[in-house]
């Protein structure tokens, strides 16, 4: 199928290998598959021949969730992981060693930032850019060491978004691939591949899967990138491979020994939510940029959010997110007692730490999810005492700003 129809066409219409006429991929709850002789095992250990053996190394169902994300971000290949933290660490540490370096954005999601303290622990060193976006800052952080730059595209919750086209060009100029977590972008805003990132990396637990029904994470590899063997001795083995060379030390030796796979009932779960993606971002990031609007009207309230001209990212929202900001806002309300009235008082903003679930979602990030972080990193990341942090979900738009104008008023009256 040619890739020009829509994105919701082609989300429904992702010719996958299952193929015995089921319009779902089956689901392959099983450990292991039973073969007619040793020697066929034998050749499917070997890679002699296409088949599943264990299903940490593959399984079907994985599979057609894989080729699902990996046709939406165009790339040439694609791995499902266990979460979206067992998918940016697999990620990072195929092409890491002791002893090298990795270049990121600050302001990123706390756990991938508690990783990097863990990466650091193994000897791989993390330098943070200030302003990542900024070449010069960048082509001054980037040494011999360096293997990969990482950013989110839009970070969670700083929402500072990423300019891809420049940042893979420095990258690029360097020998060095550029890995894109687009979690909170998901496939609907943005296509990083086609901006020219080469990793793609995302948290399925949340858009991707939709319902809140279970964690996953999924490495969509570009195929562009030209890997220095060289330079990126941890793919050395697979340089037989060529531009296979990631993908394949990823599936047949890292993940696969990690041991981070996806779960079958996952891959199905999430398979099934994919497919309403589109419908989806298009009403939340309505409902998100809605009630921006009217929370920015509210006294005292500060808000962050793409579309609203004040964001200092907002010239990216034309330029890579297809003029959409994304479900994710935040606002500053004065004190952490207001905030916390505030949320408290929410009739359908759920208190719950997570993002991209179908109803709206509530946080005060400085007390949960950044609990671990200094201040710095913390403020970093956009998140002060005062700051709500809200994955707005597909209410009604009526009732969801009522709920929020109600709470405010009735923080403010206690
Ligand atoms: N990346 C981003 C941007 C996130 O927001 C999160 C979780 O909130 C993750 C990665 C980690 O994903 P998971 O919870 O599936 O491990």
């Not at 909170?184 to 086609?194: E, G, N």
């Not at 697979?238 to 779960?263: I, P, Q, V």
């Amino acid at each position: 199928m040619k890739d020009t129809v829509g994105f919701n066409t082609k989300i429904l219409h992702t010719l996958t290998s299952y193929g015995q006429r089921e319009i779902l991929p089956p689901i392959s709850q099983v450990s292991a598959f039973s073969y007619e002789s040793m020697e066929e095992l034998e050749k499917v250990f070997a890679h002699k021949s296409m088949g599943y053996a264990y299903t940490r190394i593959g399984n079907p169902t994985l599979a057609a969730f894989e080729q699902k994300v990996n046709r939406l971000e165009g790339g040439i290949g694609a791995i499902s992981a266990s979460s979206g933290m067992a998918a940016i660490s697999s990620a990072i540490l195929n092409v890491c060693e002791s002893g090298d370096e990795i270049v990121v954005s600050r302001g990123l999601y706390g756990g991938t930032i508690d990783l990097f303290h863990d990466l650091e622990k193994l000897g791989i060193h993390t330098v943070c850019a200030r302003n990542i976006n900024d070449r010069d800052e960048l082509e001054g952080l980037i040494t011999d060491r360096t293997k990969l730059v990482f950013s989110e595209l839009i970070s969670n919750p700083s929402l500072m978004v990423l300019d891809i086209p420049e940042v893979a060009k420095t990258a690029h100029a360097h020998n060095i691939p550029l890995f894109v977590d687009s979690t909170t972008a998901t496939p609907y805003l943005a296509a990083p591949l086609s901006f020219g990132a080469d990793i793609v990396i995302h948290s399925t637990s949340k858009y991707i899967n939709g319902g809140g029904n279970s964690i996953g994470g999924i490495i969509v590899d570009g195929g562009r990138f030209v890997w220095d063997f060289e330079k990126h001795k941890a793919l050395a083995e697979f340089k037989k491979y060529g531009k296979m060379a990631f993908l394949l030390r990823l599936r047949t030796d890292l993940w696969e020994n990690l041991g981070g796979c996806m779960s079958p009932m996952n891959a199905y779960l999430s398979y099934i939510g994919a497919e309403t993606l589109g419908l989806r971002m298009e009403r939340i990031c309505q409902n998100a940029d809605r009630l921006a609007h009217a929370l920015d009207e509210e006294e005292g309230i500060t808000v962050s959010y793409l579309t609203l001209s004040s964001h200092p990212c907002h010239e990216y929202v034309d330029k890579l997110l297809k003029g959409l900001g994304g479900g994710i806002l935040s606002f500053r309300t004065g004190s952490k007692e207001r905030a916390f009235k505030i949320i408290n008082a929410l009739k359908y903003g759920l208190i719950a730490s997570n993002i991209g679930d179908l109803r709206t979602l509530v946080i005060h990030p400085a007390s949960t999810l950044y609990i671990h972080s200094g201040k710095e990193e913390t403020e970093a990341a956009g998140v002060f005492d005062d700051t709500v942090r809200v994955s707005v979900g597909i209410e009604d738009p009526e009732d969801l700003i009522n709920d929020f104008r109600e709470a405010v008023k009735a923080a403010d009256s206690e």
